[in-house]
């Protein structure tokens, strides 16, 4: 099976499982209790708090473990609303946020939402920005590191700069950059998010930075208050470890970035039509988007998973809905476009050979699409 998932989720590392499963057998204590076998957990988990904090360049007192992204982006938005120098101001999120920010803010500020435009390559313009804060004066901006979806790179470190300048809180979903691209300047954020599992680490763990101490979940206090609920160090191990094996494993851009170059001409030669994503903007090395001519999404997906590639219509999310997400929307697309859509995501295993075998196989997803379509007499998308 050759997988091209990686947005969706990643495969753990070998050194991963062996990670978690010591620490389920011999790690097992709770960090907080008294006794010597509690108190050796808790070394060890702040000892992975130190070792990502490091690579992170923060202070490992402001990083809290939490499930994941999700769970990190929900708090800093329910901690926010809780402020009372916050309450009733704007919150300005761009309108390509993951749907953790923006279903979660729509939920919980309501109409006290407003959404930062994207332009039709799918990325936040900095005038935009400087115009909705001179105008809305918010209390609060959001904007993802990369986008999910098409892999488009936005300009959070420019958007940190001129937040910080203007006292505006910035949060930062990074969970698509970390393990992919440079950190530098994430500290420059007031607070942002990761996931372990987007970078071959357990799932429902990840991390929460906050310049301030924040707080979300009450109870006994772990978490330097933050979160309460004993801490799961197996799973926090696991992502110590998978943290450390991506640092190691990751070839050089050039080379990984190779194999996607090539899949994406073979694309545009054999399927006419075709058009890629925020081509002309950075991406993610990792992460192509396809606007395919004709045929829904769900039938590419079928006739590719057939020929044993795991490919996906956008973000995992959405395809539950089978719904265009509401990216192809703010693009500009239609929802009938955002119907064609399917996303291919490599990451540090991925050979060039891989993304070739792909763009074979589209190839014949194409031609087998055009067969049945000729067979059946039904006019397909
Ligand atoms: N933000 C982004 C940009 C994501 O891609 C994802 C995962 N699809 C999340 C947040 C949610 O992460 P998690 O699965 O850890 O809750």
Sequence with gaps: ?????????????????????????????????????????RVLMEKAREELSQSFNIDPQKLTFTSGATESNNAILSWIAHQPSFQGKTVLVSAIEHPSILEASRYIFDNHIELIPV??????????????????????????????????????REVAQICRENGVWFHCDATQWVGKLELEGLELCSSFSFSAHKFGGPKGVGGLFSREPIAWMH????????????ENFPSIEGMRVAWRQTCQSMPEKSVIDGGKKKFE??????IPGVKIIGERVPRLWNTSYLLLPRFDNLNW????????FSLSTGSACSTARL??????????????????LV?????????????????DAFAHAHAELIEDQDRSGVISL
Aim: charged content about 20%; aromatic content about 6%.
């Design 323 to 340: 719904e265009p997400s509401g990216f192809a929307h703010a693009i500009g697309l239609t929802h009938e476009e955002g119907r064609r």
């Design 301 to 308: 997906v079928s006739k590719l998973d057939k020929m044993n």
């Design 119 to 156: 332009n039709q390559e799918g990325v936040v313009e900095l005038g935009q920005v400087e115009e909705l804060l001179k105008i809305k004066k918010p209390a609060f901006l959001s904007l993802l590191a990369a986008h999910n979806e098409t892999g488009v790179l936005q300009p959070w």
């Design 1 to 41: 099976m050759a997988y091209f998932d990686n947005n969706s989720t990643t495969c753990p590392f070998p050194e991963v499982l062996e990670a978690v499963n010591t620490a389920m057998d011999s790690c097992w204590a709770n960090p907080s209790s008294p006794h010597r076998s509690g108190g050796q957990v």
């Design 265 to 270: 001409g073979e694309i545009i030669r054999n």
């Design 219 to 230: 109870g006994g206090g772990q978490e330097h208050e933050s979160r309460g609920g004993t």
């Design 343 to 359: 996303r291919a995501s490599s990451w540090i295993e991925t050979r060039e050979q891989d993304w070739i075998g792909l763009a």
